[in-house]
């Protein structure tokens, strides 16, 4: 069985400022990772995504996350945040091949100017 | 490419109503998921196929609700009767079967309220 949890329901940062933001997950099996991202009125949208290899994967719009073992964390950086940025942001964990993904419950990104 | 396409993408109907929600998966995709996503409960997986076959519908909150696909290019979801408590928006999402793990794409959603 797989989880996941999101630290945070709400991160603030300034413009410019770096972006954190934390996922630790659970799984029974090697877990493949993925962020989304959803823009308001929108789908979710792919960010990135870990399956094996490189435990660091860089995504789109500058966005980088760690897959950290021990740590079972799987957290998503930005070195400088853009007011295009805000957004909610969700962290998923998939056991399997296109099988179902779990999703975290969300952070909600606001970039203050 | 075409994306996942949902239709309508806003519904307000009555209580009672029958309320019908309408996917087209990506051409290719053999995956295809929906999920409901509320404040409250967050985003919440309710059924998916493969090649258009139900594989789990452990989602499926109760027997109001049901979903279908006839064919790999078309699926529904209907609530009959349905309630205020149905209000959400829900999403289609597809994916294709391949050796490495396939994200899911979204579609925009429908935003559906029951007064």
């Known amino acids: 069985a797989q989880s996941v949890t999101q630290l945070g329901s709400h991160v603030s940062v300034s413009e410019g400022a770096l972006v954190l933001l934390r996922c630790n997950y659970s799984?029974?099996?090697?877990?493949?990772l993925f962020w989304y991202v959803q823009y308001p009125n929108q789908g979710l949208q792919l960010l990135l995504k870990?399956?094996?290899?490189?435990?660091l994967v860089k995504g789109i719009n500058g966005f980088e996350a760690e897959f950290k073992k021990s740590e079972t964390s799987f957290h998503l950086t930005k070195p400088s945040a853009h007011m295009s940025d805000a957004a909610e942001y969700f962290c998923a964990v998939s056991g399997s091949s296109a099988s179902k993904i779990i999703f975290g419950s969300g952070t909600r990104l606001s970039i203050r100017p | 490419d075409a994306g996942v396409i949902q239709s309508p993408r806003h519904e307000v109907t009555e209580m009672g109503q029958e309320v019908t929600l309408r996917c087209k998966p990506i051409?290719?995709?053999?995956?295809l998921f929906w999920y409901r996503q509320t404040m409250m409960r967050g985003l919440e997986l309710l059924i998916y196929?493969?090649?258009?076959?139900?594989?789990?519908d452990s989602g499926m909150p109760e027997d109001r609700f049901s979903a279908k696909m006839p064919n790999a290019s078309f699926s529904t979801l209907k609530i009959q009767p349905s309630e205020p408590r149905d209000s959400a928006v829900y999403f289609c999402a597809s994916s294709p079967t391949g050796g490495d793990v396939q994200p899911q794409h979204f579609g925009d959603g429908t935003r559906l309220s029951i007064l």
């Open positions: 799984s029974s099996v090697p877990p493949y």
């Open positions: 196929f493969n090649n258009n076959v139900p594989i789990d």
């Open positions: 870990y399956t094996t290899g490189a435990t």
């Open positions: 051409s290719g995709h053999d995956y």
